[in-house]
């Protein structure tokens, strides 16, 4: 995948590569209920497949994400975790910021990396039920100039399927972003990376996550939406889904009161505050910002279909197996041992955003370093923590690459 934005270790976020620093504060702060009574749902209304959020669950959940931020010097990390008859659990830990020690909490804006592509391809799904794009048009009906597009379905595009070349895997990519964080890349800059490497296999052939796929499908949905993707976005998708902490910016804007980001993902390798770097290279790929509230909402929105037709969501949840054992990825979304949603990553930030139907569960985890440990990506280790606690039998994991690309 990639050394700065696309990692190794987690197949489906924007980024990522490995370091270490300081350990974080690991005190819990105080917040919105923390383990809260089960609610008045009857038992029926959720299974075995998740535990009851009691104090004494909550208390193991405290001290396994806590073992989780010492072994992978994880600044701070916030989780939400609720299903019905279950009760809920909302903690965070350790800080927001090293240089001054402000404390994590949960109602601080992160940038959520990859899980951006659950809302472009969203947006793409509400223009197929409008009639105004078919899942198996071609990408030259809409973008010009794209290797194999005669052949490349908008449905390969989403499901991960193109064998397009991933511009941020691109050398050139790489050092531009790093020598000059802060400076802005247009989509047709960041397709230009992609497309002067030959096409990985021929369309459909094979599963390989790439962020050129929705660098076109957000060209896509600017084109026959009729606004720019942010815009199209904010009026369709984070509207609609009643999400009043959620955006796309254009630039490097940052909604305040944010957490600060930490990555190695730079020129000389040091970690760096990367709070303030311009997205713009991960665009519909990766850019936007969210907050925790907000992120528990959504993960129920994108894996019930709330905005979509059943028959457009029946096929988004198709989940074809990929390369990673126990998962599946479907359109804009994966399946991992039964969890459905995406996970996130970005120089500074990762995010885990899922659901699982079978207990009607959520959960979410929102952490301010994108820093690998062994080779793995820290929102996938707190994800296994977690779900060994709270749904043994569906144990969240993706395995580190045995062949990384970069």
Request: overall charge negative; hydrophobic content about 40%.
């Amino acid at each position: 995948m990639l050394a700065v934005p696309v990692s190794a270790g987690a197949a489906f976020s924007v980024e990522s590569p490995v370091a270490a620093y300081s350990a974080a504060e690991l005190a819990p702060t105080a917040l919105a209920p923390s383990v809260l009574a089960p609610s008045a749902l009857p038992p029926s209304a959720s299974n075995g497949a998740f535990v009851e959020l009691t104090p004494e669950v909550a208390a193991r959940l405290d001290t396994a994400i806590q073992q989780v931020m010492r072994e992978a010097d994880v600044p701070g990390v916030m989780v939400s975790l609720s299903a019905p008859g279950k009760g809920t659990y909302v903690r965070s830990f350790g800080v927001a910021d090293k240089a001054t020690g402000a404390p994590m909490n949960p109602d601080l804006y992160m940038r959520i990396g990859s899980v951006t592509k659950t809302f472009t391809v969203t947006a793409l799904l509400e223009l197929v039920d409008q009639g105004k794009v078919g899942l198996d048009d071609t990408i030259d009906k809409y973008v010009d100039g794209v290797p194999n597009g005669d052949e490349i379905t908008l449905r390969q595009l989403a499901g991960m399927r193109s064998g397009l070349f991933n511009y941020s895997a691109d050398e050139g990519f790489y050092k531009a972003f790093t020598s000059d964080p802060d400076r802005p890349f247009t989509p047709q800059e960041l397709l230009d990376y992609s497309f002067k490497h030959p096409v990985n296999f021929q369309p459909g052939a094979e599963f390989e996550y790439c962020n050129t796929n929705l660098i076109l499908l957000g060209l896509v949905v600017e084109q026959e939406g009729g606004l720019p993707l942010n815009e199209y976005i904010q009026q369709n998708v984070i509207e609609p889904a009643g999400l009043r902490h959620t955006l796309f910016p254009v630039g490097a804007e940052f909604p305040s009161p944010h957490a600060h980001g930490y990555t190695n993902q730079t020129a000389s390798g040091k970690v760096e505050d990367s709070t303030d770097w311009n997205p713009s290279w991960g665009w519909a790929a990766g850019a936007m910002i969210s907050q925790l509230d907000d992120l528990h909402r959504w993960a129920r929105i994108l894996a019930t279909g709330t905005l979509l037709t059943p028959e457009t969501q029946a096929q988004r949840l198709i989940t074809p197996p990929t390369t990673i054992p126990g998962a599946g990825y479907g359109l804009g979304i994966f399946n991992v041992q039964g969890w459905i949603g995406h996970n996130g990553s970005l120089p500074g930030y990762e995010s885990l955003v899922v659901y699982m139907p079978e207990a009607r569960a959520t959960m979410i985890v929102m952490l301010n370093t994108d820093i690998l440990h062994d080779g793995v990506e820290p929102s996938t280790l707190f994800g296994k923590a977690i779900t060994q606690i709270v749904s043994p039998d569906h144990v969240y994991n993706l395995p580190v690459s045995p062949t990384p690309k970069t």
